[in-house]
């Protein structure tokens, strides 16, 4: 599907794969016959019903969410993104990948893709969904530089992420979890469930801490991927 051209670009056969859902401005330049829509994820629009409430959720939840293109026909598309490093998961039927949507360049269009709460995604961080999630969500994102929604996709497929400076795949599965900060989380594959907790002590109050008051705790069965820069993208 996704092949590596270099560090910083893929290019893909749009025929074969079915159709390639991008963010916007991620399409270089392509080759053939292929014809480019606006496609929305499922739970990325503000929403409908509800109160103001939950009307306000969706617009937290639509102004987050990364603009996609559908790309289809019959030809050869190259990908990049602001000169930034990209990496290719091959999703098997039945996992999923739960991604940051910033960090998310495309994937073919038979993922189902869907947009929660990063304090109900992987059944992680005790936030629980809906809307007392998605507040939570906001509250945590302030704290910690990550968006309050996360985008899922699940099925069998490819993705291509995006990194500053590099990638690092962790595997999530031993005795202890993996600990990494925040900021520098990209996605996690597999069954991982992920919560953040408070890395504040008598040390931080001093000035003799790590510096880091959050750090986010992974465990489960799978792949954490994490760049080597604490750089938003």
């Known amino acids: 599907m996704f092949e590596k051209v270099n560090g910083k670009v893929v290019k893909v056969n749009v025929g074969m794969a079915g159709g390639v859902v991008a963010r916007n401005g991620a399409m270089l330049f392509y080759t053939?016959?292929?014809?480019?829509?606006?496609?929305?994820?499922?739970?990325?629009?503000?929403?409908?019903?509800?109160?103001?409430?939950?009307?306000?959720?969706?617009?937290?939840?639509?102004?987050?969410?990364?603009?996609?293109?559908?790309?289809?026909?019959?030809?050869?598309?190259?990908?990049?993104?602001?000169?930034?490093?990209?990496?290719?998961?091959?999703?098997?039927?039945?996992?999923?990948?739960?991604?940051?949507?910033?960090?998310?360049?495309?994937?073919?269009?038979?993922?189902?893709?869907?947009?929660?709460?990063?304090?109900?995604?992987?059944?992680?961080?005790?936030?629980?969904?809906?809307?007392?999630?998605?507040?939570?969500?906001?509250?945590?994102?302030?704290l910690t530089g990550q968006g309050m929604f996360t985008t899922q996709l699940a099925g069998q497929g490819a993705a291509v992420l995006l990194a500053h400076g590099g990638f690092l795949e962790l595997q999530v599965g031993g005795p202890n979890p993996v600990v990494v900060d925040p900021q520098a989380f990209i996605a996690a594959y597999g069954n991982v469930q992920t919560e953040l907790k408070s890395a504040a002590s008598w040390r931080d109050a001093v000035g003799r801490g790590a510096g880091e008051a959050m750090q986010l705790h992974c465990v489960g069965q799978g792949v954490v991927y994490v760049q080597a820069s604490e750089e938003k993208l």
Do not use: C
């Open 32 to 142: 053939g016959d292929v014809s480019f829509a606006p496609h929305q994820i499922p739970g990325a629009g503000p929403g409908g019903g509800g109160g103001g409430m939950m009307r306000m959720a969706g617009r937290m939840m639509a102004g987050e969410h990364e603009r996609t293109m559908l790309a289809q026909g019959n030809g050869e598309v190259h990908y990049g993104f602001a000169g930034l490093e990209v990496h290719v998961v091959q999703l098997q039927q039945g996992a999923m990948l739960r991604v940051e949507a910033s960090r998310l360049l495309a994937n073919t269009a038979a993922l189902q893709s869907s947009v929660v709460s990063v304090m109900s995604s992987g059944g992680g961080g005790g936030g629980g969904g809906g809307l007392m999630g998605a507040l939570r969500g906001a509250a945590t994102g302030a």
